[in-house]
């Protein structure tokens, strides 16, 4: 987060009360410690579901409050919310892969868990802004490139479809106070590493950590927008504290496109221990999920959120690496 | 269903085995009763939940086989799908206020149920064409109109929200030989008419049918496309049988557009009991599913199907209460 991003959330949401669900995982425990480290009463909840990215080392207790549990356990969640100014809920299957082998699993967690969640807040009484972190994944297979919000949402996995429907049902319970964020490939510290099932851009940067080979599937010519998570943070927080956000879905994605060789050529150039890239067939699994060049236009971020992204990909995954090299418990 | 259509019917598909989900429905029924009288061996499937309109009455047990199922349960579907020429998937909840009143049923039942359905008729290899009945309410409040595919859906109710996931699972699964189709309004012969929560139109049917008077909500300038059923079971049969139709979404409305005011004194003036149409406040809990005017572009039905809807309201209300004058069980 910049320096004045920092400052916004410092003056806005020191001293009030935030709710971060799935706060154990990338995202969400970045988020979680930008605002407890900016004054504001932090409650994490989040089910610690195993390969959902989710980890008790993410966040420090002293800082944040943590609540295990799913979002669709009200009598967990309700004493949490009852009293938040800020709901940003995070909280979610986030494997493709996963989401073919127990489709049901990811659509009953993104879709009846998450009106659980909404129905819960709305029995408290919530008024809080609340943000809820989509994915590309509902375009699907879209063009033209760049996608904006305008493109009629195609998606290509069971994770996309229950995504986009809990975006929509977001948009029914509470459309004047719920921004929705469509975010491209992101990457950054706290990233869950060890799942080869959560993206391209984690596995990357695990290999080039242990030094090994990079593989590129196909001749890796698709088009990406990866997004380094403090631009996510900026966006997120952005999007709670804009009031014309409520009631939008935004797309939040980069304007540096670069393709998958590229990224593995450029994370291999950051990391010293100059892994090599190789090229390789598709494994089946993946060509199954695999959409072809999938790249977001943030223009209405830009005039809503006044958002920009900050962080070019050489730069983002230099940080993301020395970070990672300082904690090599996450990748050994 | 014009006799040209029906000639289409008999020639394609005498001889084919076809499954109807919620076959004990109103459209359901109505196209069960045409399949097998155009020689095919149907095979109904429905669970005859409470409150979704279907109805053991709507078929006769000599033409149609019936299994009372979820479509989810494997176990009783897998059988009846396994060698299907054309799946017709009709099942699901249809009351917008009852998906109010218990939004995580509906959810469940338009999404976890048909995502059963879906893996049943993967694992059993299956090749059949099917045809997913959609609604127009997937738009939600929509400009501009006519609403036209190319609109991005914002569902207005949580029914909205699942039947749209339901569409986008089906395409997941067999985008190749899968048409959706989104209804408009729908009324005919064999419609709930018990249920005040199943549309206006069932309403002011049993209404007139009983020599009661015909309320209509605030002033009544929202306009409506209103099908009769033989037109949808058309557009129904067209969807199965063209193959450019495979992996579409396509509307089916009317290009006669009524006001509801104009829709309560047609129905009073085919009605023998001269019914009189008086206005009313809104009920909240109507007032909280109502989404204005909307009707429906059909000119992708024309082009791709070559459908076109051929009988006009007050032609077909007309006969609707004819039918129901015949069966006075049904709004006894």
């Not at 489709?103 to 659980?116: H, M």
């Not at 943070?233 to 590229?262: M, T, Y």
Request: proline residues 4%; charged residues 20%; glycine residues 8%.
């Amino acid at each position: 987060m910049t320096s004045a991003g920092l400052q916004l959330v410092r003056e806005r949401l020191s001293g009030t009360d935030c709710v971060v669900t799935g706060g154990l995982g990338f995202i969400g425990s970045n988020l979680a410690l930008t605002l407890a480290d900016a004054g504001a009463t932090v409650t994490v909840v989040d089910d610690l579901k195993a390969g959902h990215g989710g980890d008790r080392a993410n966040v420090d207790d002293k800082q944040v409050a943590v609540i295990v549990a799913d979002v669709g356990d009200p009598a967990h969640v309700a004493p949490a919310v009852a009293a938040a100014d800020y709901v940003f809920d995070l909280a979610g299957q986030v494997s493709h892969v996963a989401s073919i082998s127990d489709p049901e699993r990811d659509l009953a967690l993104n879709t009846i868990s998450r009106l659980r969640f909404l129905e819960t807040l709305k029995r408290v009484g919530s008024r809080a802004r609340v943000v809820y972190t989509s994915t590309r994944q509902v375009y699907g297979r879209s063009a033209p490139l760049p996608i904006s919000e305008r493109t009629v949402p195609h998606p290509s996995d069971v994770n996309g479809v229950a995504k986009l429907a809990a975006e929509h049902l977001h948009l029914l319970y509470a459309r004047e106070r719920t921004a929705i964020l469509r975010l491209s490939n992101v990457y950054g510290p706290r990233q869950h590493l060890r799942n080869d099932e959560l993206g391209v851009l984690p596995v990357f940067v695990r290999r080039a950590l242990r030094g090994e080979r990079l593989v590129v599937f196909g001749d890796g010519r698709d088009l990406r927008d990866p997004l380094h998570v403090d631009d996510v943070l900026d966006a997120i927080i952005r999007a709670a504290l804009v009031p014309e956000a409520a009631g939008q879905v935004i797309n939040v994605g980069h304007h540096e496109v670069l393709s998958i060789k590229q990224l593995a050529e450029l994370t291999a150039a950051a990391s010293s221990s100059s892994p090599t890239v190789v090229h390789d067939d598709w494994r089946s699994d993946y060509a199954q999920v695999a959409i072809g060049s999938a790249h977001l236009s943030s223009s209405l971020a830009s005039t809503l959120l006044g958002w920009q992204p900050r962080i070019g990909f050489a730069d983002g995954i230099d940080r993301t690496l020395a970070w990672f090299s300082q904690h090599p418990e996450r990748f050994a």
